[in-house]
């Protein structure tokens, strides 16, 4: 289909809002997605019309709620060419990898094992990694980046070669950088070692692809609300035999076949991982969201992102004083950047007046931002309903904050 933004923008009620007197200019889209309408409604309807628990009781409130929510995973397994059994609910990407970290690592890591993550990882591909490593006694390792912030390749090389790395976890796309990594090379050079590789693809759904099957990786952590879902709703893919293989994560409803006091059976997959009553609302509204994606064209989006990136960074570029903060060939629709003699916050702080939203901070990447010699940098990030006026409103705000600085 034809790619009309104007048309795109009308599906999200939240570009009608006024922040401080200004329209909203929403530039945050890798800390969470706006929502189109479709999901708002969805989300609605589920409260107003159609409560009820799923996979419990037989009547029509339940049974409706359950064929929906079940719906989704059949949509989601689609969106990533996964088996459906192979589709976990989460409640993000963070809750995704510590499923992986602990019940894969309570089964597999063992004591001088070796965990390779990247200098670039979102603290959720970190900490858990760490306190699994704490317990096992074994050792998480850094793959360094390059100065223009790419994964440095002879390096992960060497890594694999010299060390007994027993899993690998990297992003796809780097929340900070808005580097897209050559993830699938990355995952055979992985494979080759007979290491294990799980990608963190929080940033990925709305904007790059995924096919697990071509990527043949082993485990992928999505996040629904960065893919114009709710918050609250996120993916686990495994490979079968691999979930088949690792215990549970947490106990409780749903995750059992039979309780005795002297022995409980767990349930197939998905439901083995899927203890407790989950976000029923937000999985059913998160079909709407992976239908939204399929109607616009995932490759609709990143060519019009990636329009947004490129005027961006042209713009950026011809105000002094301001450096850019990754610069990687293959880049998704993020554009990190730091002022001379400014912080980040206080940019932050007058652009937000102008009504202008960007994130700043560390981005829950601190080894990154020590890389780089900062504590902190200021991130625009656009989605598929940002236009080229977003963008110049964005620049003139910048300017505006530099000479108030
Ligand atoms: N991994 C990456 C690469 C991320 O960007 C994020 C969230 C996460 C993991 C965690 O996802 P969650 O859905 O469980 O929170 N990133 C951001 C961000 O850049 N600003 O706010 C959240």
Redesign the pocket.
């Known amino acids: 289909m034809s790619f009309d933004i104007t048309k795109v923008r009308e599906d999200f009620p939240i570009l009608k809002e006024q922040v401080h007197g200004n329209p909203l200019v929403y530039l945050d889209s890798?800390?969470?997605s706006l929502k189109p309408l479709s999901v708002i409604n969805a989300l609605n309807d589920h409260y107003s019309k159609e409560t009820a628990n799923v996979h419990r009781g037989i009547h029509f409130l339940s049974a409706q709620g359950t064929q929906k929510y079940e719906s989704t995973r059949t949509a989601m397994a689609k969106f990533i060419n996964a088996k459906e059994c192979e589709v976990i609910f989460t409640?993000?990407?963070?809750?995704s990898i510590n499923l992986v970290a602990f019940s894969f690592g309570e089964k597999y890591i063992q004591s001088g094992d070796v965990i390779l993550l990247s200098t670039m990882e979102?603290h959720?591909?970190i900490v858990p990694w760490q306190i699994m490593a704490e317990r096992k006694g074994a050792k998480v390792v850094e793959v360094p980046i390059t100065d223009l912030g790419e994964i440095d390749i002879e390096a992960y090389k060497k890594l694999l070669n010299d060390l007994p790395v027993k899993i690998v976890s990297i992003?796809h796309?780097?929340?900070?950088l808005g580097t897209i990594n050559p993830i699938k090379e990355l995952i055979k050079l992985a494979h080759d070692h007979d290491a294990y590789f799980c990608v963190?693809a929080?940033?990925s759904g709305s904007h790059a692809k995924i096919d697990v099957r071509d990527l043949n990786c082993d485990f992928l952590a999505l996040?629904g609300?960065?893919m114009f879902g709710p918050t609250g709703t996120?993916i686990l893919y495994g490979k079968e035999e691999l979930l088949e293989a690792i215990p549970p994560y947490q106990g409780g409803g749903a995750m059992i076949k039979e309780v005795t006091f002297e022995k409980t059976t767990f349930n197939d997959l998905p439901e083995k991982f899927e203890a407790g009553t989950p976000h029923i609302a937000g999985f059913i509204a998160l079909k709407n969201a992976i239908d939204y994606i399929s109607e616009l064209g995932l490759e609709n989006i990143a060519a019009h992102e990636d329009k947004l990136l490129q005027y961006a960074t042209q713009q950026i570029k011809e105000i002094d004083g301001i450096k850019i903060i990754g610069e990687a060939q293959n880049k998704a629709s993020v554009l990190s950047f730091h002022v001379d003699g400014a912080h980040p916050h206080d940019i932050g702080m007058i652009l937000d007046e102008q009504g202008v939203a960007i994130?700043t901070g560390h981005?829950?990447t601190q080894p990154l931002m020590k890389r780089f010699n900062i504590t902190a940098s200021a991130r625009a990030s656009f989605g598929v309903y940002n236009n080229l006026e977003d963008v110049d409103k964005f620049i003139n705000a910048l300017r505006k904050a530099k000479e108030l600085l």
């Open positions: 890798a800390a969470t409640k993000g990407t963070t809750d979102h959720s591909n992003n796309i780097s929340n900070t963190d929080a940033q996040s609300h960065k996120g994130r981005h829950c």
